[in-house]
């Protein structure tokens, strides 16, 4: 009897088809410099006293670092490795022509296929990461033959990732502000108009003389546009973050574990608050210097009509004081934050700021940094 090609088999976790197997590559033996990152166990937010406590902790480690850690989120080891066989199917079992009609030519935002060398990095370098995004919306676009199969598996992922991950992680941060819990729920709808989105990422190794002459950088600095940004741990390093001392610190890969962060929209919402964190991505360490690095994000973004204005009616920001977008009169909305932010991304002339190594552009009245 012949063997069953992967595709056919059920996957032990649930009915959708498993995706030909991805096997990820061994973590780094390199004795790296390590953000010291908390942990968050969010099977305790499913109590009241669990969630109290645990609203301090993620509290803390927004205050401290503004990443943390997310363990045991409900799902299991062989769903996430069936979510990134997915993700690189979408790279690798897609022929460029195919993937050329599935990219989005629009400068505001990349749902389907971004194209490596969009955004430039320096001296003339540009990018080496292919991008798929999905809206949370699956249904909203067509998606490539390979992936077809695969649709119920992203959706059940984006739900997932929805409403047992960045919701009771959005109660926890209001609860941080003495707010109801459901305040930033409930301007992160599921089905109203938005960007939330589901996205495959693959970085591919590069020249010595692309890595000289942009100085191993391969994502520059920057901060997320959105709300909170889920990204599911691989082993291949090359994430760092900028610590309050001003050192790249690197990311350690926790198997399984969700790495998470606040980006702009969260800190527009949360008046200063919560700060979104600076990061970037270098050349990995050089025992995984020629592997491809597959990842698998959900970025969140609040509604597109939701004004990111802060809840000055928080307790916390009324005695700590919050910063308000730069004209109050015209805070924008996340649709328009989000289109501007991403029209201008890696094409935008960027003038030279205060702080050495950092670049600047004004974005509604806003300064947005570039890290080196
Ligand atoms: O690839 C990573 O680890 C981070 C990517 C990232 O920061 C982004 O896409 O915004
Ligand atoms: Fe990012």
Redesign the pocket.
């Known amino acids: 009897m012949g063997t069953l090609p992967t595709s056919n088999i059920l996957s032990a976790s649930n009915t959708n088809p498993a995706p030909p197997l991805y096997i990820p590559p061994s973590s780094t033996t390199v004795d790296l410099e390590y953000a010291d990152l908390a942990t968050i166990d969010l099977s305790k937010a499913s109590t009241h006293e669990g969630q109290i406590k645990l609203a301090a902790a993620v509290c803390q480690a927004m205050k401290a670092q503004g990443f943390f850690y997310v363990i045991n989120h409900g799902h299991t080891p062989e769903q996430t490795r069936d979510i990134f066989s997915i993700a690189n199917l979408t790279f690798d079992g897609v022929d460029p022509e195919e993937k050329l009609s599935y990219t989005d030519k629009s400068d505001e935002v990349y749902d389907g296929y971004k194209p490596k060398k969009t955004w430039l990095i320096s001296d003339g370098v540009h990018d080496q990461i292919e991008h798929y995004n999905i809206n949370r919306n699956l249904y909203k676009r067509a998606h490539p033959q390979a992936l077809r199969p695969y649709l119920h598996t992203i959706e059940d992922f984006a739900k997932h990732n929805h409403f047992n991950i960045l919701h009771p992680i959005l109660k926890l941060l209001a609860l941080g502000m003495e707010l109801p819990e459901d305040t930033l729920v409930k301007q992160h709808n599921f089905s109203l108009p938005g960007h939330t989105s589901v996205r495959f990422m693959k970085y591919y190794p590069r020249s010595v003389e692309e890595e000289s002459k942009t100085k191993s950088v391969w994502?520059k600095g920057?901060t997320?546009i959105g709300s909170i940004?889920i990204l599911w741990s691989q082993p291949v390093s090359g994430l760092q973050i900028l610590s309050p001392d001003g050192k790249w610190r690197w990311v350690r890969h926790v198997e399984n574990a969700l790495i998470v962060n606040a980006g702009d929209a969260l800190e527009f919402l949360c008046g200063g608050f919560y700060p979104s964190t600076r990061?970037r991505v270098v050349q990995p360490p050089a025992d995984q210097r020629n592997i491809p690095r597959l990842g698998v994000f959900y970025f969140s973004m609040p509604d597109d009509d939701v004004k990111l204005f802060p809840h000055g009616d928080s307790p916390v920001l009324q005695k700590e004081g919050m910063t308000l977008f730069s004209n109050a009169e015209n805070v924008p909305d996340m649709e328009t934050w989000r289109k501007a932010r991403t029209a201008s991304y890696g094409r935008a002339a960027l003038r030279p700021g205060k702080e050495n190594g950092v670049e600047e552009e004004i974005i509604n009245g806003v300064v947005v940094k570039h890290y080196n």
Request: glycine residues 0%.
């Open positions: 994502l920057h997320d940004t990061h």
